[in-house]
């Protein structure tokens, strides 16, 4: 059974560091992962998907890595901002689309 | 667009009273899923639907029901509600590998 696992659960950092989300799952048999964004209230937005075949993919100061052989994914961002300050989860997905959740990086960036 | 809506955002109920927890996507997507997110805990599916009348049990579906009879609305039914179905329930709609979400209802159970 795929298990996916985000390390650390928070994490504080000062404004206009450079900082590192894990993802790690347990089954190299996806068919892409995705990064998610939820600010406390909201619904959940899709920052960044990155297909099987791929390596890495961006947005902005976002960078979103995927090594399928170790089962692991990081999502880089660059020059924080107090609003990037949310919860950050990731989530594999099957063949069928079915998706896998992590439970989620709460991030704070201090002003 | 609307996106996805979901009422209501807040709901308490006591232990065995039933309710029903709106969704509805003006995106014409065909894919629609009920997850429950629980502290500490990845969101969980519980019921997912390809397509008007059609529907299916995701990972947790004990204690939910689901109707499908439009591709725009995808309720969900709690039938007689637990403590252990305290909870935040985001409904959302799928375009291809896009998944786009509601704001989430939070529902107490005491």
């Known amino acids: 059974k795929q298990e996916v696992t985000q390390i650390p659960a928070a994490l504080s950092v000062p404004e206009g560091e450079n900082l590192v989300l894990n993802c790690s799952f347990t089954?190299?048999?996806?068919?892409?992962l995705q990064w998610f964004r939820q600010d406390p209230g909201k619904g959940l937005t899709s920052l960044l998907l990155?297909?099987?075949s791929q390596r890495e993919q961006t947005s902005g100061r976002l960078n979103a890595s995927l090594d399928k052989s170790s089962g692991r994914s990081t999502l880089y961002i660059a020059a924080s901002q107090p609003g990037d300050s949310a919860t950050y989860l990731c989530a594999v997905s099957d063949s069928n689309y079915q998706l896998i959740w992590g439970a989620g990086t709460k991030l704070i960036i201090k002003p | 667009n609307a996106g996805v809506t979901q009422t209501p955002k807040f709901q308490v109920l006591k232990t065995g009273q039933s309710m029903t927890l709106q969704c509805a996507q003006d995106?014409?997507?065909?894919?629609m899923s009920w997850y429950r997110q629980d502290p500490g805990m990845g969101l969980r599916l519980i019921h997912y639907s390809v397509g008007a009348g059609i529907t299916d049990q995701g990972e947790v579906p004990n204690g939910y029901n689901v109707s499908r009879s439009t591709t725009e609305d995808f309720p969900l039914r709690l039938l007689s509600a637990a403590p252990s179905q305290t909870s935040v329930y985001f409904c959302?709609?799928?375009?291809?590998?896009?998944?786009?979400f509601g704001p989430g209802t939070r529902l107490t159970v005491t």
């Open positions: 995106m014409n997507h065909e894919y």
């Open positions: 089954d190299s048999a996806i068919y892409n």
């Open positions: 990155i297909q099987s």
């Open positions: 959302a709609s799928r375009d291809g590998t896009v998944q786009y």
